[in-house]
């Protein structure tokens, strides 16, 4: 596809028919891509990654401090993601929940993928992504796209996608289980998923961490804004509910890295 063209004059699915607008860097592919006057809120731990602080700081500070609960820094999880993902290297990857492109850019440049589609709903986040594109001279013309989406509708057809990664994301979903539903819905019969996140505990869950009184954040989480945080059984039970099978992890104190496969 031409890239610039299509961020230039927005896009039209051929399918149902519907134009969807661009932001000159990116493809808004939203359910109100064009709204005039109706606008929307998400939960507080979504909007505040819409901001253009929080992207803006990202890669400068903010995601190093989680290296303090285990996360093993961009270069060992970038390489752990791809081990994973192997099998289908070649293949279509979309980097879901990606922020400022954190991982989006070396799996572009790797060159192991066909395409790689750098996806998230902050429009400053896929902004702060373009930036640091024309920085470094990742091939955006070439094998990466910028998509502004929601994670529990995902603008791709059934059966579609070979990989897909969603780096320290999952614990700031709205529905981690309708976007995980999504995941399996467009992936490839043997298609992949791998995604990194914190794992509860009494620092990041206070009583919740629990497993006695975990089912009290159904009652509770409505009324707070926290981020959610999962035990590893929540996990794997989440994944093999919406339809993944070959559930795989690795742990390093409170990071987790996950994995499924689409049967």
């Not at 998400?42 to 602080?53: D, N, V």
């Not at 320290?168 to 791998?194: D, M, Q, T, Y």
């Not at 990041?204 to 707070?224: E, K, T």
Request: with cysteine; hydrophobic share 35%; glycine share 8%.
């Amino acid at each position: 596809m031409n890239l610039p063209a299509i961020y230039r004059s927005g896009f039209k699915c051929l399918k149902c028919n519907r134009s969807f607008t661009s932001k000159d860097v990116f493809l808004d592919l939203t359910v109100t891509s064009g709204m005039k006057e109706y606008s929307e809120l998400k939960p507080a731990r979504t909007e505040l990654f819409r901001s253009p602080l929080v992207p803006f700081l990202y890669e400068r500070g903010w995601r190093q401090n989680f290296n303090r609960s285990g996360f093993p820094g961009r270069d060992e999880e970038f390489q752990m993601a791809q081990d994973y993902i192997q099998p289908v290297a070649g293949g279509i990857l979309v980097d879901v929940s990606g922020g400022s492109g954190l991982f989006s850019r070396k799996f572009a440049s790797s060159g192991a993928y066909s395409s790689v589609i750098a996806l998230d709903f902050s429009e400053n986040m896929l902004r702060q992504c373009y930036d640091y594109i024309k920085q470094e001279e990742t091939p955006m013309n070439t094998n990466l796209a910028l998509v502004r989406a929601d994670i529990s509708r995902l603008p791709f057809a059934s059966c579609s996608i070979d990989a897909i990664h969603a780096g320290a994301a999952i614990h700031c979903w709205p529905s981690p289980s309708n976007a995980i539903a999504e995941i399996s819905r467009v992936l490839k019969p043997g298609g992949v998923f791998v995604a990194t996140t914190f794992l509860s505990t009494p620092t990041n869950s206070g009583p919740f961490s629990i497993d006695a009184l975990r089912p009290l954040r159904q009652i509770v989480g409505p009324v707070n804004s926290s981020y959610n945080f999962f035990t590893e059984g929540e996990l794997e039970d989440l994944c093999r509910s919406c339809g993944l099978v070959n559930y795989s992890s690795k742990v390093q104190r409170s990071f987790i890295m996950f994995s499924g496969q689409k049967p």
